[in-house]
T-cell receptor
């Protein structure tokens, strides 16, 4: 079965410094992986996705993630944090165990950006 | 503008009452989903529908019911049998059954039951 683990429940950075949000996955198949962002009391917005093409995936708002099969990781990074990046981030893996497009969500990482 | 709408944004109910949450999409997506979000637990799948007039239970379907009579609509009813209904509910849709298709989310409905 597929699963995803977000290694930090909270991350705090200063504005202008790099962001690293860590995600490890478990999958018996070649997975599809996603990062979503959620601002308070809002729905989720797709940041980026990996679907077995290039291992370095670029997303919106300057975020990118690298798929590392040997480490079963899909960490999210951004070179320079902005105040508007403060939100909750979810790492997600697709469920290839069944025939449907079911997504399995991590428990989220809350990113705080200090001025 | 294409997208997913959920109404209302906030909903309050007394314990023992059934309540229906609305979800409409104009993206022409075949598949629709309902998730429940609780603090620190990520999103958990309640029900999903891959096509009109068909739906399947997710991981936490007990105490919930759905219908899919139209492609664009997928309402969720929280029944009095749901033991802990207070939560943030999110509706999503996707283009089809392919596993690498991302899901698009609505803005959510926050349900409070007292």
């Amino acid at each position: 079965a597929q699963s995803v683990t977000q290694l930090d429940s909270h991350v705090s950075v200063s504005e202008g410094t790099p962001v690293l949000l860590r995600c490890n996955y478990s999958s018996s198949y070649s997975p599809s992986l996603f990062w979503y962002v959620q601002h308070p009391n809002k729905g989720l917005q797709l940041l980026l996705k990996y679907t077995s093409a290039a291992t370095l995936v670029k997303g919106i708002n300057g975020f990118e993630a690298e798929f590392k099969k040997s480490e079963t990781s899909f960490h999210l990074t951004k070179p320079s944090a902005h105040m508007s990046d403060a939100a909750e981030y979810f790492c997600v893996v697709s469920d290839r165990g069944g025939a449907t497009n079911k997504l399995i969500f991590g428990t989220g990482t809350l990113l705080a950006v200090q001025p | 503008d294409g997208g997913i709408t959920q109404s209302p944004k906030y909903l309050f109910r007394k314990e023992g009452q059934n309540v229906t949450l609305s979800c409409e999409q104009n993206l022409n997506h075949d598949a629709m989903y309902w998730y429940r979000q609780d603090p620190g637990q990520g999103l958990r799948l309640i029900y999903y529908s891959q096509i009109v007039n068909d739906f399947q239970k997710g991981d936490i379907a007990e105490g919930y019911s759905v219908s899919r009579e139209k492609k664009e609509s997928f309402p969720l009813t929280v029944t009095s049998a749901q033991k802990n209904p207070t939560a943030f509910y999110l509706c999503a849709s996707s283009t089809g059954q392919e596993i690498n298709y991302e899901q698009y989310f609505g803005p959510g409905t926050r349900l409070t039951v007292t």
